[in-house]
């Protein structure tokens, strides 16, 4: 018998999207307790998503789970889209409801609720987040990678590090036309990212106040962009509330990965008086692949 028909099942979803084609795929791998971190590495550069799933323990009855993450090159903390994935993977095997997963950041709490038609949706509170203005030299060496100039940026929001589970770059354009046009230097971009410790680059473009579209490049992963990033749409939340830009609702839509042909729909919750954001999504199967 091979060590590949020894793995436990890898299964495929894909996040933020009711469309098999839409959304960010990730793996999800929902019993991984026989599984060492060089066979969870080699399971996530096998399937070659951005991120996979690794549950390495389950206490079905209290509905907890440990979680861990992966992308085709590294451990990643903490992966907001395969946070969605497992947990609608999970609530279609145990039925919808509350979920609480243990991950590296911390625990993450879940909603998971199901649609007449059977879709799930599932909602991750996020540990809190943080956010700070970024020094000149982060935002140089990044625009610099990304080529792009500081007229480029949006004066209205100022670059900031932001953190929901990572830390993300959060930059924000004055045009749609320059989101669109992304076409960076990946090694470059990727130095600069280990050298501050970013998983990605939030980069948006303010559309209305309750409406973003965003971009997230993430070359230490081995990927060029990720279509949704649940992470970076929690950080997103609260760098709005750092800088006092959160819509009255508190509650605002993140576009993501048109520019991808992958479209993605992420819609987020945050406060001024707490420092945990909502993110809410649906997510399906990935038949055949």
């Not at 007449?116 to 949706?121: L, N, R, S, Y």
């Not at 939340?237 to 819509?247: E, N, S, T, V």
Request: some cysteine.
């Amino acid at each position: 018998m091979s060590l590949k028909s020894t793995r436990p099942e890898t299964l495929r979803y894909t996040a933020f999207t009711t469309d098999p084609a839409g959304g960010n795929p990730a793996g999800v791998v929902l019993d991984a307790a026989a599984l060492d971190d060089a066979a969870m590495l080699a399971t996530a550069a096998e399937v070659g998503y951005s991120e996979t799933a690794f549950v390495t323990s389950a206490d079905r009855a209290a509905r907890r789970f440990r979680l861990r993450f992966f992308s085709p090159l590294a451990e990643v903390a903490f992966c907001g889209h395969a946070t969605v994935a497992t947990a609608v993977a999970l609530a279609e095997r145990i039925g919808p409801g509350p979920l609480v997963f243990d991950t590296p950041v911390g625990e993450i709490a879940l909603d998971t609720s199901a649609a007449p038609g059977g879709t799930v949706t599932a909602t991750l509170t996020s540990v809190p987040t943080r956010s700070r203005p970024a020094s000149e030299a982060e935002v140089h060496a990044s625009l610099a990678a990304l080529r792009w100039s500081p007229e480029d940026l949006d004066p209205a929001l100022p670059p900031h590090v932001a953190f929901g589970g990572n830390e993300h770059l959060v930059l924000a354009v004055a045009t749609r036309e320059r989101l669109a046009d992304l076409d960076y230097d990946f090694e470059a971009l990727a130095e600069v990212m280990h050298r501050h410790g970013w998983t990605t680059l939030q980069l948006v473009w303010r559309e209305t106040q309750e409406l973003f579209h965003a971009r997230d490049p993430f070359p230490i992963g081995g990927v060029v962009e990720d279509p949704a990033t649940g992470a970076a749409a929690a950080a997103l939340g609260g760098y709005l509330r750092a800088i006092g830009a959160l819509p009255s609702s508190g509650a605002f839509t993140i576009r993501q990965g048109e520019d991808l042909g992958r479209p993605s729909l992420l819609r987020v919750e945050a406060s001024t008086t707490d420092p945990r954001v909502r993110v809410s999504g649906r997510a399906v199967a990935v038949v055949g692949q």
